[in-house]
């Protein structure tokens, strides 16, 4: 059965460090998005992107904050400059044309910002 | 706007009795709903959804949940719980029509379930 990935599964950062994300989507899945998951608290919406270009953002998507498809099956998420509060666990999730309303996520990112 | 309340952060149930994780969702507009499942360092498994057609709607893993629009809920259930349950329970509604197309999630902040021997 197809799946949703993320690399890497853990990254421990130094406060202020870039880093990037990597999700790759169901194959023939559209519609992209990232969520996160502080500790202890409700997942959250960060992004969608459809056609090569955000569709919707949440207000914690800042400008430290962007999205790319740079190949036809990579999807990343970029943070500039990290903060503390950047740490999280962040989930990728894919859909398609058919079976519009269901999301499939990946197994997600730990991010442990220092 | 959206929004998911779960009630119990924490529940356990004895090997085989009765599984009730419970949900309540607001929505502006008819919800879709879902349930999803976490196992241990593994991503949100899809165990159902409610996209209005039946109210009663089944799952994978014997759970089964029931849409109640007068009480805006979305309970989930499992007549026999089985040790493999044991994971983390996150139920989540859409909006069924969105302008933006996004059909962004909005998820409660989830239900762990213990099961004990």
């Known amino acids: 059965e197809p799946e949703v990935t993320q690399t890497p599964s853990h990254q421990v950062t130094q406060m202020g460090q870039e880093v990037i994300l990597r999700c790759v989507p169901i194959?023939?899945?559209?519609?992209f998005y990232w969520y996160r998951q502080i500790l202890g608290q409700k997942v959250e919406f960060l992004v969608s992107?459809?056609?090569?270009?955000?569709?919707?953002k949440s207000e914690i998507f800042d400008d430290q904050f962007s999205v790319e498809r740079p190949d036809g099956s990579n999807f990343t998420l970029k943070i500039r400059s990290t903060k503390l509060e950047d740490s999280a666990m962040y989930f990728c999730?894919?859909?398609?044309?058919?079976?519009?309303?269901?999301?499939?996520f990946g197994p997600g990112t730990r991010l442990l910002v220092l | 706007a959206q929004s998911v309340t779960q009630l119990g952060s924490h529940v356990s149930v004895s090997e085989g009795a009765l599984v009730l994780l419970r949900c309540n969702y607001s929505?502006?507009?008819?919800?879709?709903l879902f349930w999803y499942v976490q196992y241990p360092n593994q991503g949100l498994q899809l165990l159902l959804k409610?996209?209005?057609?039946?109210?009663l709607v089944k799952g994978i893993n014997g759970f089964e949940a029931e849409f109640k629009k007068s009480e805006t809920s979305f309970h989930l259930t499992k007549p026999s719980a089985h040790m493999s349950d044991a994971a983390e329970y996150f139920c989540?509604?859409?909006?069924?029509?969105?302008?933006?197309?996004?059909?962004?999630?909005?998820f409660g902040k989830g239900t762990k379930l213990s099961v004990i021997p």
């Open positions: 999730a894919s859909r398609g044309l058919l079976n519009q309303e269901t999301q499939y």
């Open positions: 409610y996209t209005s057609a039946a109210t």
């Open positions: 929505s502006s507009v008819p919800p879709y």
């Open positions: 989540a509604v859409r909006g069924r029509y969105s302008g933006a197309g996004s059909y962004q999630l909005t």
């Open positions: 194959s023939n899945h559209l519609y």
């Open positions: 992107f459809y056609n090569n270009e955000i569709s919707e």
